[in-house]
């Protein structure tokens, strides 16, 4: 990982150019910069579309917001000056992909949000509404992770969740549980700063994994009264195969969390108890759109998790920095300054 | 595996005592001879309830037809010498259990179908209708696996099957993707007589994994127009992997086979394309009775399944014949000759 100067990029149709405000650190830039090769092999032997040049730059970086400069050619857009949040990517998960549109993230072609200047696509560009800190705003991709991996569990209220990890995935997990009613939130992490911010967000009941088993608290607490749905926001080899030993019967488990290596799993619980394992990714430009009005009308307080600013210069110190899950959750990156 | 004399059961109230006329040998039992005891272990761990002591006769056998002898006292029950099926065990992820249930699969107390006397729960019985041959109607068990697998999938007309493995367990899927109305269903077995059966009970596709793999026929012949859902019947280490690692964006896997080691999946695989796991085992009443119904009224021929007969000494040899996938689907045993 270096910080270097590159070309100023130049909008085309149907294309804007933004300077950057802010832009959160995501785990996933933390995976990318270490087995970021490894990743996109085994994503291409799977089917994954894309490809990825490790030969040329890639200015990592999708949760961004930024200010409008200017627009391409004939394209009619926000006017300068508006600031603006934008999926970074239409995963393709969820076709179909509008021509012409940028991915901002993991590119060789567009910049990420780690730079200065870059290149959106303009339909996909929303305005920041009700005056929401800009920095706020950088967290409406996370929170559409959140809301997604809900959306995709079809927990409805009555229902408990278990939220395994407080990282900013398991806490927008949280928030999004808040959103859809439910009334039991059991949340476990080893970090008193994220259990903290877990019980901020939502969490009805958190615990340290060290001192108490989560499914534990959930059979004490709740297994008597409801069904539950786990959420997997560990993302570290045996979490998964943990989430499936204690499951209940018959009960479902949203795996959220990325685990790049191959992991080990026990079939014969899942069969026993017959599971339901749904791996989630990404999100809807809908769900991306409702994760902004959330921040926006004060729904979701996203504002404790930003735990630090850092310019460009110290985007590689940051990268350290998140390997210590107690002193931070999202660092907003700003590159102008 | 011994073959040996024990007391006779005596039934009590709400039990019948019943002859046993044949009682097919389902995989789970090959299994079951061999690693019982790890079997048993892992459920434990993971909560499944149920002990069993192994320094104690266990007499498995649970695809069971079987006549009516007599019933405990107090107990009205279908007239003697009526042929008669019965769901084996009420599989405890669909609660509520009758009180006094027997459970005829894998217990200390109760024979399964590999002995001459059975002793089953007089609620449970199913008088076998319209004539179906004995013989056939003891396919009912296997049958009703394909079913519930089937209706948990949730796969609708429209959408693609395909079904990895056609041993009993696979050949029940077919038969049951033909019942809801699956216009593509493409099956893949080594064996060539499997193949055959395959297409005799209704899968419209049928390939040998040595020569075509199945999903490049899947794709060839059915991704443009139609959505996915695959059944890993085979249920050896790797063989889900296999299936994650071809399936198509956002589709579904049915695990219908058992396979007792743990096994490594790609989770990235799975998050990258959205896939949804679910285990699969056993079956509703509801989907047994139907399973019956679907026999004996000819929408399901099962009579091509069935490879050999033999008695009971007959067994052990027997289970050194399943090993072999070319000679034998389903052999019955008939304890009373």
Redesign the interface.
Known sequence: MVVDDVADPIPGPMHSLVRVVACGICGSDLHFVHHGEA?VT??A????GGSLDFGRDIIMGHEFVAEVLEHGPDTPGPKPGTLVVSIPIVF??LPPVPENASSNAYSNEFNGGYAELMRLFTPLLLPVPNGLPAHQAALTEPMAVGIHAVA?SGIVPGETAVVHGCGPVGLAVIAALRLVGIETIIAADFSPARRALAALLGAHIVCDPAVDDVMDVWQREASATSTLVQFDAI?VPGS??RA???????SRIL?VG???Q????????????????????GYTPEEFTAALGHLAEGRIDGAPMITATVSLDEVPKAFEDLANPDRHVKIMVTPNG
Chains 1, 2 share one sequence.
């Open positions: 990743m085994l994503s032997e799977a089917g994954g393709p998960t995709k993302g998964l195969n499936m030993k204690r499951a209940p019967r018959a795996v990325v685990c790049m191959p992991d080990a799993i026990t079939p014969i619980w899942g069969i026993n108890k017959e599971l339901s394992l749904q791996f989630v990714l």
